[in-house]
């Protein structure tokens, strides 16, 4: 739709899907093959994709710009794969995410970048009402759904899933449907949407969901991003315990997309005792808040490992002070520009070169 006007030939290219428009390309079925012909050919100038782009057997013909969206979810070797596809001149990268991440953190893993924050809500937009719902308050919750529906509006209602490979996750978001469909809401229809759907059932349960056929949508996680429906001001998230912070918050942005006050539900089955992080989604609505709590809580993990908590023993830093790291970012800058090969700095010089900072 936005390029609707310009003469662009433009390619999505996913595991199930391939669709092509734009090019003199006559095929009546286009397939991965005949996308990846007129990439190589330089045919295509905008490609959509999943990770299917990283597939080696994908040339590219003068590579320009590389856009990430949701980048936590991409790994660094994967991003590094993209940016060292081309013979030609590196590209320039554009690397987005909604999840909060700490400044300070941003300073030490994203050095290299230079870092836009976005922190003012489109215009329009109210903040979300975010509750933490014990079992006594579950009736309130729910009938707050009924007149959020009555108004034709729409409500989520998130199950958690444990492990990619865990029964019970499944079973819980069909379970939930069948209680609600019954017991709960008996005169409104319900959808469902978990990962084990096929593409198109996912895609009929999010069309129905959107134009008010199933006002309710019961599932799992599936939704965290993606996701634009701005009729929907409730987000009630069962388990609210068993997900993080940067979790709830994206859960969170699924409502609040348009100009009606939406509400984010986070249901527990303690009546006290919860977990913190759930009163700092209370307390904080801002993303970069909430990040500074849980790096604060639980640490930043390994810069460059797969551990993604605990606390870094570094020798004179804290990542929690980003005042020192903004000035050491600044002082390296410096250094860099003025005298990259560190000739005045033969100490430093020395220390890189005895310093493996890629570790495999």
Same mark, same amino acid.
């Given at each position: ?63 320009? @710009? ?17 940016? $060292? ?5 590196? /590209? ?7 999840? /909060? ?25 109210? /903040? ?46 069909? $379970? ?9 809401? /008996? ?7 978990? #990962? ?59 409502? #609040? ?41 639980? #640490? ?51 220390? @890189? ?8």
């Amino acid at each position: 739709r936005l390029f609707a006007d310009y003469p662009l030939a433009i390619a999505l290219l996913t595991h199930s899907q391939h669709q092509l428009i734009g090019t003199n390309n006559k095929n009546a079925k286009i397939t991965a093959t005949i996308i990846k012909k007129e990439l190589k050919a330089g045919n295509i100038n905008i490609v959509i994709g999943t990770h299917s782009l990283l597939q080696a057997d994908i040339v590219w013909h003068k590579l320009g @710009l590389i856009i990430v969206d949701e980048q936590h979810r991409f790994g660094v070797e994967q991003r590094r794969h993209l940016l $060292t596809r081309t013979n030609e001149i590196a /590209p320039h990268f554009l690397s987005l995410s909604a999840t /909060p991440i700490p400044r300070s953190l941003a300073l030490s893993i994203y050095g290299d970048l230079d870092i836009s924050l976005l922190k003012t809500m489109p215009s329009g937009r109210l /903040p979300i009402t975010t509750k933490i719902i014990t079992p006594s308050k579950r009736a309130l919750a729910y009938d707050l759904m009924k007149q959020e529906i009555a108004n034709s509006h729409r409500v989520f209602i998130i199950c958690p899933l444990i492990e990619e490979n865990d029964q019970w996750g499944v079973k819980a978001v069909t $379970t939930e449907f069948d209680r609600l469909s019954s017991q709960i809401f /008996p005169n409104i229809k319900i959808g469902l949407l978990h #990962g084990k759907l096929s593409g198109k059932q996912k895609i009929e349960a999010l069309q129905n969901f959107k134009t008010g056929q199933t006002p309710i949508l019961v599932t799992t996680s599936v939704v965290e991003v993606g996701v634009d429906i701005p009729e929907a001001t409730i987000m009630a998230i069962e388990g609210a315990e068993r997900f993080g912070v940067a979790q709830l918050h994206q859960f969170r942005g699924r409502v #609040g997309r348009s100009n009606k006050p939406s509400h984010c539900l986070l249901f527990t089955n303690e009546e006290i005792n919860f977990p913190k992080r759930l009163e700092a989604l209370v307390k904080y609505a801002n993303g970069f808040d909430l990040a500074e709590f849980d790096l604060a809580e639980r #640490g930043p993990g390994s810069l460059m490992g797969e551990i993604q908590s605990g606390y870094l023993n570094l020798k004179y830093a804290d990542l929690i002070n980003a005042e020192l790291l903004a000035t050491v970012r600044g002082a390296t800058d410096y250094t860099l520009k003025t005298d990259s090969a560190f000739n005045k700095w033969p100490q430093i010089k020395q220390q @890189l070169k005895n310093t493996d900072f890629h570790p495999e």
